[in-house]
């Protein structure tokens, strides 16, 4: 009997419908970008400074300038430049006395200012933008930055959450009832963010999109993956991360022409409605459906794709089997992850590799995001970069291998962060070159450990693995915030210094892991065992 790979060899491996498919569910993966990275729009935290009511009237009385009024009435960087008594500190001075004149006020109560008394900000912040984000709109600073990155946490808890449970459903009750239901809440949990009163139901609304939003992109992942034929799921997979790359590109320039971060969460979260068509445009898995013993619709289906494709189905063909047997069936245990020296030394790599690959990624876009250059040149910039880094990992997997591009690629990252430290600010043209090839170092290393992932573990545990290994990717994504916000406030660069040492130790760790180019996949525990050999 035939399997699904057997029949789209005669209708079609990658034909009209698996392009079509691949189109529809690659515009999922566009508009999944603004969950995974929105924070650098959304969460922007501009320069901000006190607001002082009585100075404000005092400066208009005067006819200061702006510039003469933050002279006179903000106090300056701390030592070592800290901005923090800028930022989140004000003069504890009555601004409504009658003995301050309007040519250096303070000059009368101390002879130098730096002895003058310093109180917190009573009145809020005035923030130097001319739009608005979730950090401007709740004064997520000072004693309150740990809510911003409380927000960006919350996202990847989400993820976590949302990948493992909804990932079960989908194997339970099915890929395409999943993938809508996924969508219906993202879209609507999206809208109801962009209208919260406050920042309780943000976050709320926040760590619900994360839970449906990565299981929908892994959903449509698995779905075009298991339309097309054998030889072309790897470059099908690397494509549906690059429709990512073309939603940073996009996003950049929608968060340039709305720097309201409520109008930019509705436009980038609407069109998600339109992916409930898929209703009638995409069926669901055959592969699925044999798998639960419904060969006749996996048949129906199959039929279907032919006709789509302008082939026809042979007789011979129509009668269908797994596209794996096993004679004894196997529980998979997590004891198995650790229980032999080789598989458990796969897993302790792998797992470091994800949360490696998770911390660099979403790291180094978050601390773009405080550089203080252009922000959306800059991200714009970053983004194009993964386009060479696709084309590289296409180009070099099967022609070198995937250890050495891949340990090359953690290092490139991990080095190019060291080196952005001691460049001077003002060669911004090299901090950012620099930057961008950190950028595409890391992206090659994600989605190398995508792939390599499944080709280090035996059947029997393959999805096991690649589960649990890669759910420290979203362990790393919730402490990422954290590392970057706190990290920035002791020293702007120490984050790269920590992003560097992380990247050159997953460099080298991969050197570890054995080549898998030209092997087969390992059916059993021996395989996976002697695959160094």
């Known amino acids: 009997m035939p399997?699904?790979?057997?029949?789209?060899?005669?209708?079609?491996?990658?034909n009209f419908f698996q392009k079509q498919t691949f189109f529809l569910l690659a515009l999922m993966s566009v508009a999944f970008t603004p969950v995974y990275v929105g924070i650098v729009f959304l969460a922007f935290t501009p320069d901000h400074r006190c607001l002082s009511p009585g100075a404000a009237e005092l400066g208009r009385r005067c006819g200061w300038s702006a510039a003469e009024e933050l002279n006179y009435t903000v106090p300056g960087p701390g030592p070592a430049g800290d901005a923090f008594p800028r930022q989140c500190r004000s003069y504890a001075v009555d601004w409504n006395q009658s003995a301050l004149g309007c040519v250096d006020p303070l000059a009368g109560l101390a002879a130098n200012r730096s002895h003058l008394p310093l109180g917190p900000c009573l009145h809020g912040w005035a923030y130097d933008t001319p739009g608005s984000s979730i950090v401007t709109e709740f004064n997520l600073v000072c004693?309150?930055?740990?809510?911003?990155?409380?927000?960006?946490?919350?996202?990847?808890?989400?993820?976590?959450?949302?990948?493992?449970?909804?990932?079960y459903l989908a194997d339970r009750f099915g890929r395409k009832l999943c993938l809508l239901v996924t969508i219906l809440i993202n879209t609507a949990s999206g809208v109801l963010m962009a209208v919260s009163p406050n920042y309780t139901w943000v976050l709320i609304f926040r760590l619900i999109q994360g839970l449906v939003s990565k299981a929908g992109w892994l959903i449509g992942y698995i779905q075009i993956t298991e339309f097309v034929g054998r030889s072309y799921r790897r470059t099908v997979g690397i494509v549906y991360q690059v429709a990512f790359t073309v939603g940073l590109l996009l996003l950049a320039g929608v968060a340039y022409v709305l720097p309201h971060w409520r109008w930019l969460q509705v436009t980038v979260t609407l069109p998600?409605?339109?992916?409930?068509?898929?209703?009638?445009?995409i069926p669901e898995s055959p592969r699925w459906l044999i798998s639960q013993s419904k060969n006749a619709k996996a048949m129906r289906i199959l039929k279907y794709i032919a006709k789509k494709n302008g082939k026809s189905l042979p007789a011979s063909l129509q009668s269908l089997r797994p596209d794996e047997e096993v004679d004894e069936k196997l529980n998979p245990s997590f004891l198995d992850l650790i229980r032999t020296p080789q598989i458990r030394k796969h897993t302790l790599i792998l797992m470091y590799n994800w949360f490696t690959s998770s911390v660099l990624y979403q790291g180094l876009i978050m601390h773009m995001g405080l550089a203080g250059s252009n922000i959306y040149l800059d991200f714009f910039y970053s983004a194009l970069v993964e386009f060479p880094a696709a084309?590289?990992?296409?180009?070099?997997?099967?022609?070198?291998?995937?250890?050495?591009p891949w340990a090359t690629s953690n290092i490139v990252a991990g080095a190019a962060c060291l080196a952005s430290v001691f460049i001077p600010e003002d060669?911004?043209?090299?901090?950012?070159?620099?930057?961008?090839?950190?950028?595409m170092g890391i992206t090659m290393a994600?989605?190398?450990?995508?792939?390599?992932?499944?080709?280090l573990y035996p059947t029997f545990i393959r999805n096991l693995g690649v589960l649990v290994c890669s759910s420290m990717c979203d362990i790393g994504g919730i402490i990422t915030p954290f590392l970057v916000y706190r990290l920035t406030n002791i020293w702007h660069e120490l984050p790269l210094v920590v992003f560097a040492v992380v990247g050159l130790v997953a460099g080298g760790l991969v050197l570890l892991l054995p080549e898998t180019k030209g092997k087969a996949l390992p059916e059993t525990i021996d395989e996976a065992e002697n695959m160094q050999r």
């Open 3 to 14: 399997t699904v790979d057997d029949i789209l060899e005669h209708i079609g491996e990658f």
């Open 143 to 167: 004693a309150n930055s740990w809510m911003l990155d409380l927000f960006q946490s919350a996202v990847n808890v989400g993820f976590f959450i949302g990948s493992v449970g909804i990932g």
């Open 272 to 281: 998600n409605i339109c992916f409930l068509l898929y209703y009638w445009c």
């Open 391 to 404: 084309i590289i990992i296409i180009l070099t997997i099967d022609r070198i291998g995937r250890r050495y």
């Open 427 to 439: 060669l911004q043209w090299l901090r950012v070159t620099v930057s961008c090839l950190g950028r």
């Open 446 to 455: 994600f989605e190398m450990v995508c792939l390599v992932n499944a080709e």
